[in-house]
């Protein structure tokens, strides 16, 4: 079975500061790896993918995450956060068959930025 | 182009109703899928559909049940609610059965009282 870990469940950061956001999985068939954000009352919004290629992949809003098969790990980082910035962040595994398609999500990360 | 439509946004339904939640898919996206998010669980997966299908399911009880029509919308029914169920429902579409990337909807938030 596949399992994705969000090593922090909550991230303070100053407004302008870098931030990381942690995540490792355990994958035992090919590896799609994904960051959505989700803002109060809100669904789930694709931040950035990796299907395969590149192992940096940049997204929208300025993030990027870099996959690490030998580390099992997919972190989501951005060099400058803005206050709109905060929100929830998950990092989910898809687990892509013949027979269809499920995200195994992780606890999620709280970012919350101080002006 | 419309992203995913999930109807209604919100709902409240006592204990022992039945609902029944809608999905609307990004036009020409054939396949469907459902997820409950809760504080204590997260988002966990309920079932996929495919060209009317289903194809996958995940591990809750026969009281969540779902269908697809042949224009790629989806319904899910909850049957005999229970105080547990009020959750964040989710809805996402994916263009073919051999991509993985999904696009959500907003969400359905249901509260059981």
């Known amino acids: 079975a596949q399992s994705v870990t969000q090593l922090d469940s909550q991230v303070p950061v100053f407004e302008e500061a870098p931030v990381e956001l942690r995540c490792n999985y355990s994958?035992?068939?090919?590896?799609?790896l994904f960051w959505y954000v989700q803002y109060p009352n809100q669904g789930l919004q694709l931040l950035l993918k990796?299907?395969?290629?590149?192992?940096l992949v940049k997204g929208i809003n300025g993030f990027e995450a870099e996959f690490n098969k030998s580390q099992t790990s997919f972190h989501l980082r951005k060099p400058s956060v803005h206050i709109s910035d905060t929100a929830e962040y998950f990092c989910?595994?898809?687990?892509?068959?013949?027979?269809?398609?499920?995200?195994?999500f992780g606890t999620g990360t709280s970012l919350t930025v101080i002006p | 182009k419309a992203g995913v439509t999930q109807t209604p946004r919100y709902l409240i339904k006592t204990r022992g109703q039945q609902v029944t939640l809608s999905c609307s898919p990004i036009?020409?996206?054939?396949?469907v899928s459902w997820y409950q998010q809760t504080p204590g669980q997260g988002l966990q997966f309920l079932f996929e559909?495919?060209?009317?299908?289903?194809?996958n399911k995940g591990n809750f009880p026969g009281r969540f049940s779902g269908r697809q029509f042949s224009n790629s919308r989806s319904e899910m029914n909850v049957s005999t609610l229970e105080l547990g169920d009020s959750a964040l429902y989710l809805c996402?579409?994916?263009?073919?059965?051999?991509?993985?990337?999904?696009?959500f909807g907003q969400g359905t938030r249901l509260t059981v009282v």
């Open positions: 559909y495919f060209s009317e299908t289903q194809r």
């Open positions: 996402a579409s994916r263009p073919t059965g051999l991509n993985p990337e999904a696009f």
């Open positions: 994958s035992s068939v090919s590896v799609y």
């Open positions: 036009s020409g996206h054939r396949s």
């Open positions: 989910a595994v898809s687990d892509l068959t013949n027979t269809g398609n499920q995200f195994y």
């Open positions: 990796y299907l395969s290629g590149s192992t």
